[in-house]
């Protein structure tokens, strides 16, 4: 498996503030995505970065709240938008494509939170 | 649409009892992988194992094992002789050719393993 890092590995800050997430890979990936943990709850799915194109956002979220770069194919970075206390969460990058698309791993996490 | 259900939100064992952690998927695609990750205390996802739709063969890797039935579209997983060092959320997770390979995530079990 990839090593996956993660900058910064935790935050604090203050409503109305963004904050940009970095994450990196040890090897080339097909594909890179950003999910979400809010606490106590399980792994949703912000959207896949996309290679030199505009990210596939699922439902619930827009790239006004949740802008995502991809400029190449070991690289991505995540920006919560103007945050509120409700953007408190785990924030975890997660590859696919080291050998093949069947499995994902998934990068330490992103602990925010917004006071 | 994809879909996983884990029924049960919180399983607390004595140590060495063994225990069945159930995981349900829906899907209407013929190519999908099915995966089970854990998440200790430490918060990283570590990924178990995985399987294919078209291998129905179930698993053995020292205490795990996993049941994988279309029939009933169930991949269960059980820890034999638990110790404390299982204590963690399990994920079961889905992920479908038709959506891209993208990864849904059930909603988690919490195991307990008391001494």
């Known amino acids: 498996s990839a090593v996956i890092s993660q900058k910064p590995s935790r935050d604090i800050c203050q409503r109305g503030t963004s904050l940009t997430i970095q994450c990196q890979v040890d090897?080339?990936?097909?594909?890179m995505f950003w999910y979400r943990q809010q606490p106590g709850q399980s792994l949703t799915l912000i959207a896949t970065?996309?290679?030199?194109?505009?990210?596939?956002?699922e439902s619930g979220f827009v790239i006004d709240k949740f802008p995502i770069s991809r400029p190449n194919l070991t690289f991505s970075t995540l920006t919560v938008s103007n945050m509120s206390p409700e953007d408190s969460s785990i924030y975890l990058c997660?590859?696919?494509?080291?050998?093949?698309?069947?499995?994902?791993?998934f990068g330490p996490g992103t602990r925010l939170t917004v006071l | 649409a994809q879909k996983v259900t884990q029924a049960q939100t919180e399983i607390s064992v004595v140590e060495k009892e063994d225990v069945t952690l159930d995981c349900v998927y829906e899907?209407?695609?013929?190519?999908?992988?099915l995966f089970w990750y854990k998440q200790p205390p430490s918060g990283e996802l570590v990924f178990l194992i995985r399987?294919?739709?078209?291998?129905?063969q179930n698993e053995i890797s020292g205490r795990y094992s996993w049941n994988f039935q279309k029939s009933t579209s169930s991949f269960n997983f059980t820890i034999t002789a638990s110790q404390v060092v299982d204590s963690a959320v399990y994920f079961c997770?889905?992920?479908?050719?038709?959506?891209?390979?993208?990864?849904?995530f059930g909603a988690g079990t919490r195991l307990f393993v008391k001494a």
């Open positions: 997660s590859v696919k494509g080291l050998a093949g698309l069947d499995t994902q791993y």
């Open positions: 090897s080339q990936v097909t594909m």
């Open positions: 970065a996309n290679q030199g194109s505009e990210a596939t956002y």
């Open positions: 899907t209407r695609d013929t190519t999908y992988y």
């Open positions: 399987r294919n739709s078209f291998d129905e």
């Open positions: 997770a889905l992920s479908e050719r038709t959506g891209g390979f993208k990864t849904i």
